[in-house]
């Protein structure tokens, strides 16, 4: 099921692909490129539809609904990023067409290639089969190789702004309690919108780290935060995140970015920002950048928590207002 199909028909990635196609002007190969993997996957299986319909992806002819429930016999998708698949899906675009015009190769994170496999992909890029239509998504297209990107149109999907992504969130459902905090916390993401409404654990970090932000005066308080952060649970990476976001948020209000929140946690952000100056937000923001660090060397996470907390505690005191 294809989700964000309103938002996404409206980016001018599909609206490319759209002119290109009623000018029978569609490329044998197109690159998505933009950070988010849930709009680029949605999109890319889109912009299928689009070819593959007859009213240019119309959405409720039975080539859209076969594309929509993941069934059209003319869209093969590359699920699995080994040898043997990459071979048996270049294998599939020699095929004859079976029914329609088109054919559509569907790679939506092309980067999970091993740039070794991407080599064997270029021949067919360049010199597909007639009616054949390779769409390639890419979140990191710094792993997609050089030759592999000149051989496609590429086209970028910018960031959503936060109205945006509210109204795709509205219209998927997620209740009006989370909708402002998802919004805000995901800096244009719509997969990080996605992930904070629907993560109950991630809420409860940003309230945590709120509060390690707020009211933690002595290394008294160091064991009571350490206690409340439930890394027994909670990984500490989710803290982390939580914590950044909250200090992107600060930062953008030293910025002079003066809207109110109505979602409480947001507006204790809010009133925080007034105590913390921008040395304050950058030194914390290197402790966080430390903690990821330490994690990935395999230090302790309870160490490595018990360090950024004192680590902020010092930074309080010696960046004061
Ligand atoms: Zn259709």
Known sequence: MIKYSKLLMQSKPYKTMLTDKTHGMLGHCYMLICDDQVACSNLCTLLARLVLCDEDGCGVCRSCIRVDNDSHTELIRLTRYNADSVRDFVEYSYYSIGEGNYKVMLIDAFDKIEPRLQNTLLKTLEEPCDGVVFILGTTKPSGVLATIKSRAKKLYLDKFDDATIALALRQEGVEEELVQKATVCASG???????????????????????????????????????????????????????????QIMLSRQGGKQEDFEDEDL?????????????????????????????????????????LLMGILEVKYICRL
């Open 189 to 247: 993401s719509l997969g990080r919108a996605e992930k904070i409404a629907g993560d109950p654990i991630f809420i409860e970090a940003f309230s945590t780290m709120i509060d390690v932000l707020t009211s933690m005066k002595s290394s008294k308080d160091v064991v009571n935060m350490l206690a409340k952060m439930r890394l027994n649970e909670v990984e500490l990476s989710v803290y982390l995140d939580a914590l950044e976001i909250i200090l």
């Open 267 to 307: 507006q204790q952000v809010v009133t925080l920002s007034a105590t913390f100056n921008n040395a304050m937000i950058v030194n914390v923001h290197r402790l966080v950048c430390d903690s990821r660090k330490k994690i990935d060397s395999n230090c302790r996470k309870d160490f490595v928590a018990d360090r």
